[in-house]
């Protein structure tokens, strides 16, 4: 047992967890935060987010040297693949993301326990390290474990021709055709990774459409254009097994609703029907910690468990499985944890699908208003009625406005286009502050931006945009 005793000993370095170290720390409550990797970040940082998204903008601009440059009048020689150079770019911004998290721990004081963590009472938490166990005291307890990929009976992951998104990250050629199973947003970026790099990409999607989970309009428009790139789509299709033979991989598909069996082959075979909930081997079932159906940690609105001093945040909870909603959960457990308040709407927590272009989505879907018998009012707007989109050569998809039919009060937006991400950014604040489509209407937006795609989505709801 250590002689040391913390106020708050976090459990996972991934963006909730080390966020909500740093918070702790800041607050004044001597904290300590257990990573088992080498590296500080969790998944997002090391095997997620961040790569993910290093390999995007690099292939991005490798599409884009070869199809667009010469459009703007910049002529280029003949364009070739460095892929070692791409993957070394993609580690270093992770080394880089990784060391900040360190250097902001040392900044506030935060103590890494390097290894497995493990709770074993309400108050004790044990590290399994490289010289042995260790066991502290803690006043309080944080579970923020994040999430690993979801198996799929048949499909053995080898992480070199049948992988995660880990494996996908780090392939050492490009191969020639990749099967992606699952058409949810890890599935579409790191498929679009490899459409652009040379690999012919087939995604086999179990229901009839993809990202289910997004308004219905913006999936159908996201599969036109991936399907324009060269995306091929297999839906309402289910993967029944995926054999490496060491040259390829054999795969067998059927009808969702089931019919006569499929065959067919790829080099590679990428597994992303979605991610489960990291809560094995954490000590909670002797800790007495409840979890639901889905394995998933039970907490109240304080984030706190059924057992007092033991709380969760993140993708070990209910509710979207991402970043930015785990850190602003970690940031408003450990202030209530030091007597403040704090408040999350997860109405306003918005989600980004990084394809180019990119997906962007925040509050409620014309399928969700609708089956909750909401009457609403739609307003769209297209980029290609935007002059700073025909600039830039990126004139496909719209912004779309969602507003109460009575109140006007904006109830969710979805956006398909350039930095569709960035964008969203303003409706998410809109939603957070109750605002209608007027008031986002009425806000003045620099011209020439993409921005005034969203202006023009408001004003449609009201039916008088000006520049269509």
């Known amino acids: 047992m250590s002689n040391t005793t913390y106020d708050l000993i976090v459990i996972g370095s991934g963006p909730g967890g080390y966020v909500a170290a740093i918070r702790a720390a800041q607050l004044g409550l001597k904290t300590a935060c257990v990573e088992m990797r080498a590296t500080l970040g969790g998944t997002c940082l090391n095997v997620g987010c961040i790569p993910s998204k290093a390999l995007l903008t690099s292939s991005e601009k490798f599409a884009e040297a070869q199809h667009s440059l010469a459009m703007h009048g910049v002529k280029v020689g003949s364009v070739s693949l460095d892929l070692p150079a791409m993957m070394a770019h993609k580690d270093k911004v992770v080394k880089e993301n990784t060391a900040g998290i360190e250097f902001l721990f040392r900044k506030n004081k935060v103590d890494w326990l390097k290894g497995k963590g493990r709770v074993v009472t309400a108050g004790q938490v044990a590290v399994e390290g490289a010289s042995g166990t260790q066991t502290y005291a803690t006043k309080n307890i944080l ?137 094995e081997g954490l000590g909670l079932d002797t800790a007495g910690v409840a979890l639901d159906q889905r394995k998933r940690i039970v907490v109240d609105h304080h984030f706190q468990t059924n057992v007092k001093g033991i709380y969760a945040i993140g993708d070990v909870i209910a509710g979207p499985m991402l970043a930015h909603k785990a850190e602003d959960e970690g940031v408003v457990c450990v202030e209530m944890m030091a007597g403040q308040s704090g408040h999350i709407n997860y109405d ?121």
């Open 143 to 279: 579970i923020a474990t994040g999430s690993d990929s979801m198996p799929l009976p048949g499909v053995d992951v080898d992480e070199k021709r049948i992988v995660t998104s880990t494996g996908a990250l780090a392939l050492a050629e490009v191969p020639k055709s990749m099967v992606v199973i699952g058409g949810g947003v890890i599935g579409l970026e790191l498929g679009s990774v490899w459409q652009r790099l040379g690999t012919k990409v087939t995604v086999v999607e179990f229901l009839d459409r993809i990202l289910p989970g997004m308004d219905g309009e913006l999936s159908k428009t996201a599969q036109k254009i991936l399907a324009k790139q060269g995306m091929e789509f297999k839906l309402s299709t289910k993967v029944t097994s995926a054999k490496n033979d060491g040259k390829k991989v054999a795969l067998t598909l059927e009808p969702a609703a089931g019919g006569a069996v499929e065959k067919m082959d790829a080099d590679v075979v990428l597994l992303s029907i979605g991610r489960r909930p990291y809560t």
């Open 348 to 468: 306003a927590i918005p989600g980004v699908v990084y394809t180019w272009p990119e997906i962007a989505s925040v509050g409620k879907t014309e399928e969700q208003l609708k089956t909750e018998g909401v009457a609403f009012k739609v307003g769209k707007f297209p980029f290609s009625a935007n002059g700073r989109a025909r600039a830039m050569g990126d004139t496909e998809g719209f912004a779309k406005i969602l507003a109460d039919a009575k109140t006007d009060r904006l109830l969710g937006a979805h956006i398909i286009g350039p930095d569709a991400g960035t964008m969203i950014a303003e409706l998410a604040l809109a939603v957070e502050f109750g605002a209608s489509s007027e008031d986002v209407a009425r806000t003045c937006h620099a011209h020439p931006t993409l921005n005034e795609v969203v202006k023009e989505a408001a004003l449609a709801v009201d039916g008088r945009p000006l520049h269509v």
